[in-house]
């Protein structure tokens, strides 16, 4: 690495080791320009996740849990973007293009890795297409949304029927923290608002799945048995030793074979760090990142990582939990070994004792485990309240969660459904054998095209169900949808577990004119590469 | 039509005309059960339009100026759907389908049309693809995180590029009301955060477009002109006489041939009657439904009209003007009338005169004409925020949206951009001669469709552009990033208007593998129907 006048510092990821990092980065620089920042984010907010499950119920504002990142790092040039590369022998970072297609190349002279973990649906049937995360400010506000919708379908569907109870079937699955805290919000929610719409408690269930014997594993069992009783009295059925194995568009299928009929599938399980750390040639162990005591990852001199994406020893011999108090205490470490490393001076070693765990169990209850004690109930809630506003960033975020606390006391739920995008666009779906992809007599503005598995066409003429046709991958069906024909003639039924892509009659037209002659010249190229490749192989052959 | 026991009053439209209507209705229901009432509405609130404006700036929270109508009307079933057909002789309307794809039909004995109108960009060359229309709170939204993106973008881009000039430049069209409003906020918004952004005010560029000698037709002259005066000092570029024509992705076209580059286009204009309104058999004029004084629409018994998508008689002669104040008392006649006819009683004729009329400028100033009194500046913004904030419905709201203005007077504008969806899918674009769809070296993930208009392929080496191929409707390009290849090795400009349709890479393999025998079998469908018909035409000439 040459001496430059000024070094880089990049930053990569907006959760709480990035922008920490940052702010106790832009604390060392004060007034000197030895160093500049940027912090390379998806987003432009940095969100406080603690209060993420409160965005869900609506006892806080949507924006509340959120921080522009701009206001919190002023002195930081902050890129919003996707990354699109990562060279860590060039020291380079490529960014995804923005309004113009050029792409972005920034350099570095420090690379600061702090791009958290996601949740990972990859390999699991059906849960890419129809499960939802609960991880980003999007996905709260998804779920948010899609379960006023749900409820607005529910009211007006003929009670007993089926589809109201799929509809007003809740799962989510995962029974860690924010497991819990998205079941609890969630089922306060859905039980605050139904007598809006003429729907009876009893008509809902909401269920949590987790796949050991107990909840909240993070805790002393005492408290996790006191949060599993407290969410059964409250009506969620709580289900242990449940993994949830595939879903489709109206049922969650567990391990045991048993289905849940739902169209409404929340998951925060399973995570993996995020798929840029895969790419990387660095030294990994179960995917995250070794750093070692100094935060910097191992065998590199300049690239430091924390969070939930490195593995990170303490002084006692375990590894740091994935958890923001460690995050936050990691950011300080590596904001001092950078500047040392720039300035000259000895190296720290990351050290931290947790001060405890907090989690809310919605309704003015939580569990708290601090300084080895144990608290539960009222108290553990206020607790939770006070610690977490005070650590919330900023005094005007606070007083609008403040306000929105207070009128949370004795204004209704909110209930207003955020539709942001009304288009449908092209879908993929999956579905598992015995279910209707659609049924005779259905309104039909779609076609479909099988990517994997098999189906079946059925018509019911005079009381008797005819079996059409067999499909399977790469067959399509739905297309009379688009010669103007607006009921569906058969229905379709799954056979074996099939993944479909479905596509709006709108867009379908363009399509079909024209990706033919696009095909056939793809594969005249892929031909001739493919002849240009063999050639090569045979003069090497002959060298 | 048969008397029945109850009956049944579908109202369509959840805007001022529909729900003031139902409040109305369910006033006069009381505890007897003589009629019922079902509202069609396709989002689960109420818009009080007037504070929409303040959404773009955040100086209300998101959800303040919305109200969910199920607590508005509590006695009124709501089916939160889209409006598929509406059948003015066998008495039913037909709603798109919800999560099951069977159509649902709800049948009325009273029918009462309150279906506004829309922004209407068809015909208008790339308005469609790319002008952004201001008449819902997704509208709002999407505006407030479209210039947000704009900043982020602007911020990392180098001064005096002609990408930066461009995404710093915002053009409102349309000098009414709305548009006058919505470009206030939008300047004050923008020149209050971009010293977050490290961008100097003299970089920005707000225009006003408005096809005539002044703006705000609906005011006396005085306040149009003060109006115009204020947006000028604030730094608005208010330009009349200046029609939008067309528009780009990158530019807005005006009639008289000059463009302006810009990343963002609001248009306001052209309003017209809901699509709906077009399919009816009923007497209309310019488009709209004509109602008689007691609001039913001509010739018939059971139908009636109110709000923007009715053209309403006054005593004096005129035609009643679009706006919420007549729309409510209207409301009040139609929900009377209908009373009247199921109860038996005399109908009421519809008079009301305008109380005055107000419009909000921004940043503490406001227009108003009251009582035929004229009032501007601080004065007509405090009457301006003191009426709205008592018309807006229910205590909750006011207390909410007394408390985001409260936090507004001290507290910075809030500067987080929501993402509620980062798929970009299947979309329409469309350009103008000239205009580059991508250029050598930009990273292409993307392939194109012409759907009219022409293109010019281009290579540029060793300094000199060389014309590789020209393309036509029906013609693709920048497939090779199909084959992984992912910088573009040419460039692609526009020669004719152009309408394209862009696919993502992911998308296209499925489709491109099944496309090409769909079609062939939908081609054989539609010969085989048309051999049928000239069988048919055949046999007729016969007989």
Redesign the interface.
């Known amino acids: 690495m040459t001496k430059k006048e000024r070094q880089r510092i990049v930053i990569l990821g907006g959760g709480f080791g990035g922008v920490y990092t940052a702010m106790y980065l832009e604390k060392a620089l004060g007034r000197r320009d030895d160093f500049e920042l940027v912090l390379i984010n998806k987003?432009?907010?940095f969100v406080f996740q603690p209060m993420l499950a409160e965005v869900v119920s609506g006892s806080i504002?949507?924006?509340d849990t959120?921080?522009?990142i701009?206001?919190m790092l002023?002195k930081t040039?902050?890129?919003?973007r996707e990354i699109?590369s990562i060279d860590t022998v060039g020291q380079t970072i490529i960014t995804?293009?923005?309004?113009?297609?050029?792409?972005?190349v920034i350099s570095y002279d420090h690379l600061v890795l702090a791009l958290g973990n996601v949740t990972d649906f990859r390999g699991l049937r059906g849960l890419p297409e129809h499960a939802i995360p609960f991880k980003t400010?999007?996905d709260a506000?998804?779920i948010r949304n899609h379960v006023?919708?749900?409820l607005?379908?529910a009211?007006?569907e003929p009670r007993d029927s089926d589809?109201r109870k799929?509809?007003l079937t809740f799962v989510v699955a995962g029974g860690g923290f924010s497991g819990v805290e998205v079941v609890a919000e969630l089922n306060d929610f859905i039980r605050g608002v139904i007598k809006?719409?003429q729907i009876e408690e009893s008509e809902v269930r909401v269920v949590l799945l987790h796949a050991l014997d107990r909840i909240l594993p993070e805790l002393d069992e005492k408290l996790a048995l006191y949060a599993q009783n407290l969410l059964a009295k409250r009506g969620v059925e709580v289900r242990l030793h449940a993994r949830l194995d595939a879903a489709t568009g109206v049922e969650a299928l567990l391990a045991d074979g048993s289905r849940i009929p739902t169209?409404t599938l929340i998951s925060t399980v399973p995570s993996s760090p995020n798929p840029l750390i895969d790419l990387l040639k660095l030294p990994k162990e179960r995917g995250k990142l070794k750093a070692d005591a100094s935060l910097l990852v191992e065998n590199t001199i300049n690239i430091w990582a924390l969070g939930d994406c490195a593995l990170v020893p303490m002084k006692d011999g375990g590894l740091c939990p994935p958890t923001a108090q460690f995050a936050i205490r990691q950011a300080k470490t590596v904001a001092d070994n950078i500047v040392a490393s720039i300035r000259g001076g000895q190296f720290k070693q990351f050290h931290f004792k947790e001060l405890g765990k907090l989690g809310a169990l919605g309704h003015r209850s939580a569990v708290a485990q601090v300084f080895g004690i144990n608290i539960s109930g009222f108290l553990a809630w206020f607790m939770w309240r006070t610690i977490y506003l005070m650590k919330l960033p900023g005094w005007?975020r606070r007083?609008?969660v403040a306000?929105s606390w207070t009128?949370d006391l004795f204004?209704?739920p909110?209930?207003?459904?955020?539709?942001?995008?009304?288009?449908q666009?092209?879908a993929h779906e999956h579905f598992e054998p015995g279910q209707e992809v659609?049924?005779q007599?259905?309104?039909?503005d779609r076609?479909y095209?099988i990517?994997s598995g098999k189906a079946e066409v059925v018509k019911r003429d005079w009381e008797r169900d005819i079996s059409l046709a067999h499909l399977g991958a790469?067959?399509?069906f739905g297309?009379?949808a688009?010669?103007n024909q607006t009921?569906?003639n058969a229905s379709v039924r799954c056979v074996e577990a099939m993944d479909v892509?479905s596509?709006p009659k709108r867009?379908f037209s363009?399509?079909?004119?024209?990706?033919?002659?696009?095909?056939e010249?793809?594969e005249k190229?892929?031909a001739r590469?493919q002849a240009q490749r063999n050639l090569q192989a045979w003069f090497e052959t002959r060298l």
């Open positions: 987003e432009n907010y504002g949507i924006l959120v921080s522009p701009r206001r002023p040039e902050l890129h919003v699109e995804a293009p923005g309004f113009n297609l050029h792409p972005k400010l999007s506000l998804y006023i919708h749900v607005e379908e009211a007006i589809l799929q509809l809006n719409y169209r005007g007083l609008k306000a009128f204004l209704p909110e209930l207003v459904q955020l539709k942001l995008t009304n288009s666009g092209v659609f049924h007599g259905d309104i039909g076609i095209i990517t790469g067959e399509f297309e009379m688009l010669l009921t569906r892509l596509i867009e363009a399509l079909a004119a024209t990706l033919p002659t696009m095909r010249n793809l190229v892929m590469r």
